[in-house]
T-cell receptor, first 115, second 113 residues
Framework: NAGVTQTPKFQVLKTGQSMTLQCAQD?????MYWYRQDPGMGLRLIYY???????DKGEVPNGYNVSRLNKREFSLRLESAAPSQTSVYFC??????????????FGPGTRLLVL | AQSVTQLGSHVSVSEGALVLLRCNYS??????LFWYVQYPNQGLQLLLK??????LVKGINGFEAEFKKSETSFHLTKPSAHMSDAAEYFC???????????FGTGTRLKVLA
Protein backbone atom coordinates (compact mmCIF):
# COMPACT_ATOMS: atom_id res chain seq x y z
CA ASN A 1 0.00 0.00 0.00
CA ALA A 2 1.93 3.03 -1.30
CA GLY A 3 -0.62 5.67 -0.21
CA VAL A 4 -0.31 8.82 -2.34
CA THR A 5 2.43 8.90 -4.96
CA GLN A 6 3.59 11.83 -7.07
CA THR A 7 5.76 12.06 -10.15
CA PRO A 8 8.16 13.58 -10.90
CA LYS A 9 9.93 14.39 -7.64
CA PHE A 10 11.78 17.32 -9.15
CA GLN A 11 11.49 19.24 -12.41
CA VAL A 12 13.15 22.25 -14.00
CA LEU A 13 11.23 24.08 -16.71
CA LYS A 14 11.90 27.12 -18.85
CA THR A 15 9.32 29.88 -18.97
CA GLY A 16 6.57 28.97 -21.42
CA GLN A 17 7.10 25.22 -21.30
CA SER A 18 4.28 22.92 -20.30
CA MET A 19 4.21 19.91 -18.05
CA THR A 20 1.86 17.61 -16.16
CA LEU A 21 2.31 16.61 -12.55
CA GLN A 22 0.94 13.17 -11.82
CA CYS A 23 -0.72 11.98 -8.62
CA ALA A 24 -2.15 8.58 -7.77
CA GLN A 25 -3.61 7.05 -4.62
CA ASP A 26 -4.28 3.40 -3.85
CA UNK A 27 -6.55 3.88 -0.83
CA UNK A 28 -9.83 3.95 -2.78
CA UNK A 29 -10.35 7.55 -1.71
CA UNK A 30 -13.05 9.65 -3.32
CA UNK A 31 -11.62 13.16 -3.01
CA MET A 32 -8.29 14.49 -4.16
CA TYR A 33 -6.54 17.84 -3.88
CA TRP A 34 -3.66 19.81 -5.35
CA TYR A 35 -1.83 22.35 -3.18
CA ARG A 36 1.20 24.52 -3.65
CA GLN A 37 3.56 25.32 -0.79
CA ASP A 38 5.57 28.52 -0.77
CA PRO A 39 7.81 29.82 2.05
CA GLY A 40 5.83 31.72 4.66
CA MET A 41 2.51 31.06 2.95
CA GLY A 42 1.57 27.59 4.11
CA LEU A 43 -0.38 25.40 1.72
CA ARG A 44 -2.77 26.96 -0.76
CA LEU A 45 -5.41 24.96 -2.58
CA ILE A 46 -5.16 24.98 -6.36
CA TYR A 47 -7.89 22.54 -7.36
CA TYR A 48 -10.07 19.93 -5.74
CA UNK A 49 -11.92 16.86 -7.01
CA UNK A 50 -14.76 15.54 -4.88
CA UNK A 51 -15.18 12.45 -7.01
CA UNK A 52 -14.30 11.00 -10.38
CA UNK A 53 -15.47 13.37 -13.09
CA UNK A 54 -15.76 16.49 -10.93
CA UNK A 55 -13.29 19.28 -10.26
CA ASP A 56 -13.52 22.64 -8.51
CA LYS A 57 -11.24 25.65 -8.29
CA GLY A 58 -9.47 26.43 -5.09
CA GLU A 59 -7.75 29.58 -3.88
CA VAL A 60 -5.07 29.88 -6.58
CA PRO A 61 -6.24 28.13 -9.81
CA ASN A 62 -4.93 30.60 -12.40
CA GLY A 63 -2.37 29.08 -14.73
CA TYR A 64 -3.33 25.50 -13.90
CA ASN A 65 -5.67 22.83 -15.23
CA VAL A 66 -6.56 19.48 -13.73
CA SER A 67 -7.91 16.14 -14.84
CA ARG A 68 -9.47 13.48 -12.66
CA LEU A 69 -8.62 10.62 -14.95
CA ASN A 70 -10.24 7.96 -12.78
CA LYS A 71 -10.77 7.37 -9.09
CA ARG A 72 -7.06 6.77 -8.50
CA GLU A 73 -5.43 9.55 -10.52
CA PHE A 74 -5.56 13.34 -10.41
CA SER A 75 -3.17 15.28 -12.62
CA LEU A 76 -2.17 18.95 -12.60
CA ARG A 77 -1.12 20.65 -15.81
CA LEU A 78 0.83 23.84 -16.34
CA GLU A 79 0.16 24.93 -19.92
CA SER A 80 2.70 27.76 -20.03
CA ALA A 81 4.94 27.79 -16.99
CA ALA A 82 5.91 31.08 -15.33
CA PRO A 83 8.59 31.78 -12.71
CA SER A 84 5.78 32.55 -10.23
CA GLN A 85 4.84 28.88 -10.43
CA THR A 86 8.14 27.84 -8.87
CA SER A 87 6.94 25.99 -5.81
CA VAL A 88 6.52 22.63 -4.13
CA TYR A 89 3.34 20.90 -5.21
CA PHE A 90 1.50 18.43 -3.00
CA CYS A 91 -1.30 16.09 -3.85
CA UNK A 92 -3.60 14.86 -1.09
CA UNK A 93 -6.66 12.67 -0.72
CA UNK A 94 -9.46 11.94 1.72
CA UNK A 95 -11.82 8.99 1.88
CA UNK A 96 -15.16 10.71 1.43
CA UNK A 97 -16.47 13.63 -0.60
CA UNK A 98 -17.76 15.86 2.15
CA UNK A 99 -14.72 16.61 4.23
CA UNK A 100 -16.33 16.42 7.65
CA UNK A 101 -13.11 16.45 9.59
CA UNK A 102 -11.42 13.70 7.66
CA UNK A 103 -7.67 13.25 7.62
CA UNK A 104 -5.90 14.30 4.47
CA UNK A 105 -3.17 11.97 3.21
CA PHE A 106 -0.35 13.72 1.39
CA GLY A 107 2.10 12.67 -1.27
CA PRO A 108 5.83 13.40 -0.98
CA GLY A 109 5.64 16.46 -3.22
CA THR A 110 7.01 17.66 -6.55
CA ARG A 111 9.58 20.45 -6.50
CA LEU A 112 9.20 22.63 -9.57
CA LEU A 113 11.67 25.29 -10.65
CA VAL A 114 10.69 27.59 -13.53
CA LEU A 115 13.54 29.58 -15.02
CA ALA B 1 -13.97 33.64 5.45
CA GLN B 2 -12.29 31.16 7.72
CA SER B 3 -8.66 31.88 8.56
CA VAL B 4 -5.93 30.31 10.64
CA THR B 5 -3.17 32.18 12.44
CA GLN B 6 -0.02 30.54 13.70
CA LEU B 7 1.98 32.84 15.95
CA GLY B 8 5.71 32.55 15.40
CA SER B 9 7.11 31.32 12.13
CA HIS B 10 10.17 29.98 13.97
CA VAL B 11 10.31 28.55 17.49
CA SER B 12 13.44 27.27 19.23
CA VAL B 13 13.42 25.15 22.36
CA SER B 14 16.07 23.22 24.23
CA GLU B 15 15.96 19.45 24.22
CA GLY B 16 13.78 18.37 27.14
CA ALA B 17 11.91 21.68 27.33
CA LEU B 18 8.22 22.26 26.80
CA VAL B 19 7.05 22.73 23.23
CA LEU B 20 4.17 25.17 22.67
CA LEU B 21 3.02 26.04 19.17
CA ARG B 22 0.11 28.42 18.88
CA CYS B 23 -2.87 28.28 16.55
CA ASN B 24 -5.98 30.47 16.44
CA TYR B 25 -8.88 30.24 14.04
CA SER B 26 -11.46 32.83 13.07
CA UNK B 27 -14.77 31.01 12.75
CA UNK B 28 -17.58 31.62 15.23
CA UNK B 29 -18.78 28.09 14.57
CA UNK B 30 -16.27 25.54 15.88
CA UNK B 31 -14.58 23.93 12.91
CA UNK B 32 -12.69 20.70 12.67
CA LEU B 33 -9.09 21.31 13.70
CA PHE B 34 -5.87 19.59 12.69
CA TRP B 35 -2.15 19.67 13.31
CA TYR B 36 0.15 18.28 10.64
CA VAL B 37 3.92 17.83 10.75
CA GLN B 38 6.29 18.08 7.81
CA TYR B 39 9.81 16.70 8.03
CA PRO B 40 12.40 18.01 5.55
CA ASN B 41 11.70 17.05 1.95
CA GLN B 42 8.59 15.08 2.87
CA GLY B 43 4.85 15.48 2.65
CA LEU B 44 2.61 16.38 5.57
CA GLN B 45 1.39 13.78 8.02
CA LEU B 46 -1.32 14.07 10.63
CA LEU B 47 -0.27 14.61 14.25
CA LEU B 48 -3.74 14.92 15.72
CA LYS B 49 -7.20 16.32 15.07
CA UNK B 50 -10.28 17.55 16.88
CA UNK B 51 -13.73 16.80 15.48
CA UNK B 52 -16.11 16.38 18.42
CA UNK B 53 -16.01 15.19 22.01
CA UNK B 54 -13.11 15.61 24.40
CA UNK B 55 -11.39 18.94 23.93
CA LEU B 56 -7.95 17.60 24.89
CA VAL B 57 -6.69 15.57 21.99
CA LYS B 58 -3.67 13.29 22.11
CA GLY B 59 -1.65 12.57 19.02
CA ILE B 60 1.42 10.74 17.89
CA ASN B 61 4.93 11.23 19.26
CA GLY B 62 3.71 12.58 22.62
CA PHE B 63 1.99 15.68 21.22
CA GLU B 64 -1.39 16.92 22.40
CA ALA B 65 -3.62 19.91 21.73
CA GLU B 66 -6.55 21.47 23.52
CA PHE B 67 -9.53 22.98 21.76
CA LYS B 68 -10.64 26.14 23.57
CA LYS B 69 -13.80 27.52 22.05
CA SER B 70 -13.80 30.70 24.16
CA GLU B 71 -10.31 31.55 22.92
CA THR B 72 -10.78 30.16 19.37
CA SER B 73 -7.50 28.36 19.89
CA PHE B 74 -5.98 24.93 19.30
CA HIS B 75 -2.43 25.14 20.63
CA LEU B 76 -0.06 22.21 20.25
CA THR B 77 2.10 21.08 23.18
CA LYS B 78 4.63 18.45 24.10
CA PRO B 79 6.07 18.25 27.62
CA SER B 80 9.62 17.40 26.62
CA ALA B 81 11.15 18.19 23.24
CA HIS B 82 13.29 15.66 21.43
CA MET B 83 15.78 16.34 18.67
CA SER B 84 13.59 14.31 16.32
CA ASP B 85 10.76 16.84 16.79
CA ALA B 86 12.58 19.37 14.63
CA ALA B 87 10.22 19.93 11.71
CA GLU B 88 7.61 22.34 10.38
CA TYR B 89 4.17 22.21 11.94
CA PHE B 90 0.94 23.31 10.30
CA CYS B 91 -2.39 24.02 11.90
CA UNK B 92 -5.42 23.53 9.65
CA UNK B 93 -9.18 23.91 9.90
CA UNK B 94 -12.11 22.51 8.01
CA UNK B 95 -15.61 23.89 8.36
CA UNK B 96 -18.48 21.49 8.77
CA UNK B 97 -20.09 20.59 5.47
CA UNK B 98 -17.22 21.80 3.31
CA UNK B 99 -14.37 20.07 1.55
CA UNK B 100 -11.97 22.95 2.05
CA UNK B 101 -9.06 22.77 4.47
CA UNK B 102 -7.44 26.08 5.39
CA PHE B 103 -3.82 25.89 6.47
CA GLY B 104 -1.82 28.24 8.63
CA THR B 105 1.52 29.55 7.43
CA GLY B 106 3.46 27.05 9.50
CA THR B 107 5.87 27.12 12.45
CA ARG B 108 9.34 25.74 12.07
CA LEU B 109 10.49 24.10 15.30
CA LYS B 110 14.17 23.94 16.10
CA VAL B 111 15.38 21.80 18.99
CA LEU B 112 18.67 22.81 20.56
CA ALA B 113 21.00 20.28 22.15
Amino acid sequence: NAGVTQTPKFQVLKTGQSMTLQCAQDMNHNSMYWYRQDPGMGLRLIYYSASEGTTDKGEVPNGYNVSRLNKREFSLRLESAAPSQTSVYFCASIASSGGAGETQYFGPGTRLLVL
Amino acid sequence: AQSVTQLGSHVSVSEGALVLLRCNYSSSVPPYLFWYVQYPNQGLQLLLKYTTGATLVKGINGFEAEFKKSETSFHLTKPSAHMSDAAEYFCAVSDQGTYKYIFGTGTRLKVLA
